[in-house]
Each structure stands twice: as C-alpha cells, then as structure tokens.
C-alpha cells in the first residue's frame, strides 16, 4: 500500500472506490465523507432499490413479481442525482428521496432486491456512470465493479447499528435491531465482502475515524 493522498486531493481518470457493508453499517455517511475528501462524487445503489419498491408498494404490484415491476420502471424512469452532499433520487419531476427510508420500504426492499431482473436493472445504471466516484451498497466490490480501486467492508454489530438507526427511525432499539438483523439474513447472498476488500468494524470508530481510516488506506494517485 502507497502513501495515501492529503485530503482534498481530486481524484482523476478511471478510479473507484468501493463501500459495502450491512444495513446501518454507516456506509453512505462514511461514501459521503470519503467522496467530499477525494473531491469525486458518490453513489448509494440502495437508493435505486428503495426507489423500485417504493413505487411498487405504490402501484400496488406484488414485490416478487418482476416482469410488472419492470414495466413499472420503465414507463416512470428514475434518475440518481450523485449531489456531493448526498443522492438524490427522481421519478421524472418528483423527488423520492424523503420517501425511500421508511419502514415499508425497509420491510419489502430485499424482496425486490432478490429479483435478478432488478439487480441487472440496478447494475447496468452504476455502470454507465462516469468514474471517478465512490459507489456504496453490498454487491459493488464483488458484481458491480470487481476492477475497484480499493474496496472496504463495514461492519458493527447488530445493536450498536440498531442504536445509530434508532435516531432516525419511529421505533424503538430492539426492534431496529430485530429488523436489521433479518434484513441482513435476506440479504446475505449479495452481502459477501470481496475477497479483497479491508473489513473495518465501525463499532469503535467515530464516523470520523472510519473516514480517516479508508483515506489512509487508499493507494496514492496524481492529483
Ligand atoms: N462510526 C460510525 N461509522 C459509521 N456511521 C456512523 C458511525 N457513528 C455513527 N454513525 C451513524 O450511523 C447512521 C447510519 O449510517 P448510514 O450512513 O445511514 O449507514 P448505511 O448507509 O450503511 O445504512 C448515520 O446516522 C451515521 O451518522
Ligand atoms: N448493492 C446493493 C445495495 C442495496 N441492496 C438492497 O437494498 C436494500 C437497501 O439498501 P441500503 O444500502 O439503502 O440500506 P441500508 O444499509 O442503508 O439500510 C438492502 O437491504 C438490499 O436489499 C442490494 O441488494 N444491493
């Protein structure tokens, strides 16, 4: 590993970096602050997730009913505005974002994530994307962009990530937790870390810290 860039370094030319982890594992905050360090943009492949179930709880269609679910898509299609600050997403003029992180939608987005027709949808929208940029979810290091520069893996135990939830959610700890951890369960087929990705448990770090610690690890480039 080279000496890592000073901060605010831009990153240019065909580099990536790669952020995936467990639900509430801190991954956009920490994508977040990494992006801003790096003067690149970040995206959150949860959102597109979120944003497909969302408008199928909406249109009433069944969550593990792909081919309605696609044709849904296509006829409203969303756009993720990689905003430095945090992503946006667009169904045409309306703006979901707000809406992408209730509880329903937490309940019924790995149904739709489980769907291949979905991920493939999901995927090929990350891979048109310009780089550089830091991308964040559970599959970018190992299906998405295999060819990362560098790629990390978060993790924290389930109750301290239930904790760091519970402040932006209605419900209380326990349930958070119970949630979290049955989220992860169905997810756990496109939740493998990368072979060779740095796991870091953000348990004991600041967000801060977590920040801190990718920076340091990311190979040096030319500014
Ligand atoms: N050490 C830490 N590492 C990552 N996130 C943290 C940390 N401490 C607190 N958080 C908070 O945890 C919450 C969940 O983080 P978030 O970025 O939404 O995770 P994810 O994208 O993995 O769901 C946020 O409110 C974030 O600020
Ligand atoms: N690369 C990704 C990103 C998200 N997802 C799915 O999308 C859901 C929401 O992802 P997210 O990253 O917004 O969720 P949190 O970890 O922020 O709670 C996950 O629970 C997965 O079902 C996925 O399958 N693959």
Do not use: C
Not at 24 to 49: D, H, W
């Amino acid at each position: 590993m080279r000496a890592a860039p000073p901060h605010g370094t831009l990153y240019t030319g065909r580099v990536i970096v790669t952020i995936d982890g467990v639900a509430a594992s801190g991954k956009s905050s920490v994508a977040s602050g990494v992006a801003r360090a790096l003067g690149v943009p970040y995206v959150s492949s949860g959102l597109l997730y979120r944003a497909a179930t969302l408008l199928a709880l909406e249109a009433g269609a069944p969550l593990e009913g792909a081919r309605a679910l696609l044709t849904h898509l296509r006829a409203h299609p969303l756009r993720l505005e990689a905003l430095p600050g945090g992503n946006r997403l667009w169904a045409g003029e309306r703006e979901l974002t707000d809406e992408l992180h209730s509880t329903r939608v937490d309940q019924g987005v790995s149904a739709v994530a489980a769907l291949p027709e979905v991920r493939a949808w999901v995927d090929a929208q990350l891979r048109a994307l310009p780089e550089p940029f830091v991308a964040e979810g559970r599959d970018m290091g190992t299906n998405v962009f295999p060819h990362a520069d560098a790629k990390f893996y978060l993790t924290a135990s389930p109750r301290v990530r239930a904790e760091r939830r519970a402040q932006e959610r209605p419900e209380d700890v326990p349930a958070i937790e119970a949630a979290l951890i049955e989220r992860d369960r169905r997810d756990r087929v496109q939740s493998a870390p990368a072979p060779d990705a740095r796991v870091i448990d953000t348990g004991p770090l600041s967000l801060e810290g977590v920040i801190g610690t990718i920076l340091a690890a990311l190979p040096a480039r030319s500014a």
